[in-house]
């Protein structure tokens, strides 16, 4: 697959042709007719010709549309195959399903629909662009089937290049023009309607070439056919009649194929220590929701926006001291990624926390992220199988699961299906057991694979930045920077806002929510956690007291802490013992204690 890199001057150019391992970045494609004479070719682009063909506009536009979607590449089928070679050709066609499918934006060019309006004076001086999308010959084509249904993102442009909305906003016209499944257009996978009624769908579509009519439908079908221009629409259509209704399996064949889905399934059960999704949603909701405004700032930081568009930089660091948000930042993060990224890229995250022994170790780290790529990408379990089969269970539990899961998972990162991925990490130092093995292997993958981006975060830790060794490779954020710090103490201002907001003592007093809004802005410090820890009190507080408990309560968190010790101290004397000796062994523990363990070794009364 070559795309077109559009340059600041406006000039196009060719990539080399993309195969095997090589990237392929995020992408624009195009879909329109053509005009017999007027396209620009491969071999105009090739010698620098072509500019005074009509086609040439509709590049223009694609390159200039994919430019405003924030998308350095794009795809026009005209000048983007070498049609002379016939082996080239016969791979396009069979890709072209995949390759709409993968684009992050499909463009809809329609030149025989305008949006510009008749005079005042004309018969007709109601006319919209309505009528001439419905006799558009762009629904006539054979093509448009596949160019219509493969991209989940379709946006149709009239030829003045004004956009006359989406496929889900025209969803009503579309059906209506060409009977196609209101369910199929909002992306039901295919393989659920029937032969007959997906090629009743082309069944008035025309193509240039009678065997296309065929060809153009195996991506419909998900099959591979060999073309055979010459052998007419007849043949052309018994063959890949004949490809779609292959005769089923065999008994055996099924009862392996069961079997087979079955290993799978407990292969994924052996695997999954948690889900790291739950993970998200239980943080998310313990903290109280998560705020876009909380976040959205990283989205514009030059560093993170360095990491995210500079293939040649491949992890991101962000450090912060305690209560910056840094949790809440990478859910952010993560859902960010989600609505932006392609179709075909991976996104897996692990939230480690040190209180939590399953989730709180090197090992777990792995199988979250492993985890939530093969849920992904199921044909990814295939690296799994293998050692899986042998060792069953043990493979992730044994003394060698550390060496065994490591393997595995470089297997995924260097997979030629593997388009893209985001692996995100947060709370590296809540990482209490095999951290420095786990970082190791961080870097060492970092560097292996320019389809794979990483973005952790942690404490100021220097054992943590020593071993990471960042270089051109890699970045670093830190929340503590002046103009981060700025950002950082404006997400926590929408934070109180949204405090504010679930205090019901004060919501009828205008006055008195600015004058506890305008204390804690400036008691908060930029810290999240003194905003959460303080709330806490004052969601007890009568309307009369607030202001008193947030003079009380004091600016740093170690001052917190220790009005916080002296409330116990406060307490009967029974509960104030227990509530010390639990604090004790807590302190003196080696590592995070279940509650059964901590009740024992606490003495706590039944």
């Not at 379990?381 to 393997?407: P, T, Y």
């Not at 600016?555 to 009005?563: H, M």
Request: charged share 30%.
């Amino acid at each position: 697959m070559r795309l077109l890199l559009r340059s600041n001057t406006g000039e196009f150019s060719l990539t080399k042709d993309l195969v095997g391992n090589d990237v392929i970045p995020p992408y624009a494609i195009l879909s329109h007719t053509w005009k017999e004479g007027q396209e620009v070719t491969f071999k105009d682009l090739m010698e620098g010709t072509g500019k005074s063909k009509a086609g040439y506009d509709k590049i223009q536009f694609c390159g200039q549309q994919a430019k405003r979607d924030g998308l350095q590449y794009f795809w026009v089928d005209t000048c983007c195959i070498d049609k002379s070679n016939n082996v080239e050709l016969q791979e396009a066609i069979n890709s072209m399903f995949r390759w709409y499918q993968n684009a992050a934006k499909c463009y809809v060019y329609l030149s025989d629909v305008s949006t510009t309006k008749r005079k005042a004076s004309d018969h007709f001086s109601g006319f919209t662009w309505e009528p001439a999308f419905q006799e558009s010959r762009w629904f006539t084509r054979g093509w448009t089937l596949q160019e219509l249904l493969a991209p989940v993102s379709v946006d149709f442009f009239s030829r003045e290049s004004k956009q006359l909305g989406d496929k889900r906003t025209l969803e009503r016209q579309i059906h209506e023009i060409t009977r196609i499944a209101i369910l199929a257009l909002r992306g039901t996978p295919l393989c659920e309607f029937g032969v007959e009624e997906r090629l009743s769908w082309a069944k008035n579509c025309e193509t240039m070439r009678k065997e296309d009519k065929a060809y153009s439908l195996l991506g419909i079908f998900d099959v591979y056919m060999p073309l055979i221009y010459g052998e007419g629409e007849e043949n052309a259509f018994k063959r890949l009649r004949k490809k779609i209704n292959k005769p089923p399996k065999g008994l055996l064949q099924q009862q392996a194929s069961v079997q087979m889905e079955k290993e799978d399934k407990e292969c994924i059960q052996h695997l999954r220590l948690t889900d790291p999704r739950d993970d998200k949603k239980r943080i998310e909701e313990t903290k109280g929701g998560l705020l876009e405004d909380s976040y959205r700032w990283i989205l514009k930081n030059s560093d993170y926006q360095q990491w995210h568009n500079d293939q040649k930089c491949h992890l991101l660091w962000i450090k912060g001291d305690p209560g910056k948000g840094k949790t809440m930042l990478l859910c952010g993060v993560v859902n960010e990624l989600k609505k932006s990224m392609a179709k075909a890229d991976l996104l897996s995250y692990f939230f480690c926390q040190a209180t939590d022994s399953r989730i709180n170790n090197a090992m777990a780290v792995l199988r979250g992220l492993v985890y939530l790529l093969v849920d992904q990408q199921p044909s990814l379990i295939s690296h799994i199988w293998k050692k899986h089969d042998h060792a069953g269970k043990a493979l992730f539990e044994d003394a060698n699961a550390w060496v065994a899961l490591s393997e595995i998972f470089t297997n995924i990162l260097q997979d030629p299906s593997l388009k893209s991925a985001y692996l995100v990490i947060d709370a590296l130092d809540e990482c209490v057991t095999d951290l420095p093995k786990l970082i190791d292997f961080i870097v060492q993958k970092s560097r292996l694979s320019s389809r794979v981006k990483w973005i952790m975060s942690s404490r100021n830790d220097t054992h943590i930045e020593q071993r990471l060794q960042l270089d051109d490779s890699g970045t670093r954020l830190s929340l503590e920077l002046k103009e981060n710090a700025t950002q950082v103490s404006r997400a926590v201002d929408a934070y109180i806002g949204h405090c504010l907001s679930e205090l019901t003592e004060i919501q009828h007093d205008k006055l008195l929510q600015d004058s506890v809004r305008e204390k804690m802005q400036r008691k908060a410090n930029g810290t999240f956690l003194w905003v959460s820890l303080v709330i806490v009190d004052l969601k007890e507080a009568k309307s009369w007291e607030v202001l008193q408990v947030l003079d009380e309560v004091p600016v740093e968190l170690k001052d917190v802490y220790r009005r916080m010790m002296g409330r116990i101290k406060e307490l009967r004397r029974q509960r104030s013992e227990l509530c010390r000796q639990v604090l004790s062994i807590i302190i003196a523990a080696y590592r995070p204690l279940h509650l059964q363990e901590l009740y024992i070794l606490s003495s706590l009364p039944t």
